[in-house]
């Protein structure tokens, strides 16, 4: 099967309900390549980006009530509850530019947070779970290969982006070095953490109608956002047809 090209305003014209605004959660693990696709997403769709870290780090910086809560939890060096994520989601929901919808990166990440935001979004929303798949080894391969200098923090890939210099920074001329949670043994403990908290997440969305979509994350950049965008269509239709 071809791969359908669409235009930006197409696009957009196919994700747009009239009824209800689209919220489209990226999942998949560590190194799957959600970030990297977050922004050109946001902008194809015209669909904020909302990333729980950043909607966290913006409260506290504020300093408003919900900022002073989840700095208690934090400085405590615990989790942020539940509730109190879905309060400061739901707040930066009422902003205008999410009408029409939003792009959800690092939240739900549990089956009690899914369910927790299908409760609040009271059917008021077409939830879209797209699903990165990649094999663990090429994951593996993906983080543990990861490279960062000691001095100006620029980032490098010992396969696909090696410095000019073995161990050098070719910016400053800084040390090289692996993050610690970058080390293959500890990349296999993350990504079974991952599978652990999120299979079930992936269960749940997979056994609702045209909510889950696969994504084969193994390819170049550019095919695996043309995967996305393919994924994006079919589900509009889905929903306008309701
Ligand atoms: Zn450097």
Redesign the pocket.
Known sequence: MGSILLGASELRALTRSPEKPMVLILLGPPGAGKGTHATPLSLSLDLPHISTGDLFRAQIQSNSSLGQKAKFYIDQGSLVPDDLVLDMLFDRLKAQDCAQGCILDGFPRTLAQAKALDLRLENKSQILALNFHVPDSILIDRIAGRLV?R????SYHKLFDPPATADL?G????RLYTRDDDQASIVSKRLEVYREETMPLIDYYAAQNDVLKEVDGQGAKEQVFQDVLNALPSFAKAISSQ
């Open positions: 200098c001095d100006c923090k620029k920074c910016e400053c001329g800084g």
